[in-house]
């Protein structure tokens, strides 16, 4: 539980860390991230004796191609998230991610033809309403919040139709991605436009850090999570929007109308009405059903 929740803080915190990185383009800090995760990822896969399994997907056509998609999503995912937090739409985020939960429940539905009760049902349709709420209300699409939770949302369920485990599938699409990385960060060392290696110290230092910030907490989770119920980790994942959305308010001051409270409110009330049908289903079962959307990494 200690380390599902220490993960879970660090994703949630992760907003000071990339505000820190301000001057640094999204783009080419996701690019360092999947360099330097690697360099991490690695060892960790060999250590946990994922190496044969890692090895093994190396010759899989279908599973590449699916981590190859999933890893773009994921990519994308960074990308816009790191941007929100430079722009100062971390509030925008945090929504995005409180909607995840909801959204894969619906890709669920469609996608995989699973069936949800109907309390299920009616959260998606109070969390549609928070969404025109918002559109309503700021006359245009939260496009910020609607990106992150589309890219996450499509890479849970890929990865839900992985046989791979956290860590293993995290290396396998940063490795499938790392030549575009590499390639990309050259070429901007080459034209002049990188912003590695031409920042201070302090700064650099949190380039490199990137791999160290995304494989951490995906440890921690990943220990952690095979010990506690799912139920318990699908409720718990709620930590990292809300601690996004503190700093998002109190932190960074962002605007937060009526209007947008409003919004998030029926948000909110469709995840209780959600989180409470998916524990009564998992009591009566005796199993570990619970909230969609437990997967990781974050943000």
């Known amino acids: ?16 860390y990339w505000k820190a990185l301000q001057g ?47 890893g773009a999503l994921l990519a994308g995912n960074w990308t816009i998230y790191v941007w929100a937090v430079h ?51 700021f006359g245009g699409i939260p496009w910020t919040a609607l990106g992150l939770a589309a890219t996450w949302g499509s890479y849970t369920l890929l990865r839900k139709q992985s046989p791979l485990g956290s860590l293993t599938g995290l290396a396998l699409e940063t490795l499938l991605w790392l030549p575009l990385a590499v390639g990309l960060l050259v070429w901007w060392e080459i034209r002049g436009v990188a912003a590695f290696g031409r920042v201070g110290p302090g700064t650099t230092a ?23 119920a799912l139920t318990t980790v699908g409720l718990l994942q709620y930590i990292v929007p809300s601690v996004q959305f503190a700093i998002g308010v109190l932190v960074y001051r962002e605007a937060f109308p009526p209007g947008r409270g409003l919004s998030f409110a029926f948000i909110w009330l469709a995840l209780v009405i959600y989180s409470w ?23």
């Open 1 to 16: 539980m200690a380390a599902v929740v220490t993960a879970f803080l660090i994703w949630g915190l992760f907003p000071f």
């Open 24 to 70: 640094v383009g999204a783009e080419e800090l996701v690019a360092h991230r999947l360099v330097w995760s690697l360099g991490l990822l690695l060892p960790l896969v060999w250590s946990q004796g994922a190496g044969t399994e890692l090895r093994a997907a190396l010759g899989n056509r279908r599973l590449l191609l699916r981590h190859l998609v999933s």
């Open 87 to 137: 722009a100062g739409h971390v509030v925008d985020a945090s929504l995005g991610y409180f909607l995840v939960p909801l959204l894969n429940a619906a890709l669920g539905v469609v996608v995989l033809r699973e069936r949800l009760p109907r309390l299920q049902v009616a959260a998606l349709l109070v969390a549609a309403l928070g969404v025109g709420v918002s559109i309503v209300g």
């Open 206 to 228: 949190l380039i490199l850090g990137t791999g160290v910030v995304t494989a951490g907490p995906l440890l921690l989770f990943a220990y952690g999570a095979r010990m506690i």
């Open 277 to 299: 049908s998916g524990l009564r289903a998992a009591r009566r079962s005796g199993g570990e059903a619970g909230p969609h959307g437990a997967a990781s990494p974050k943000a």
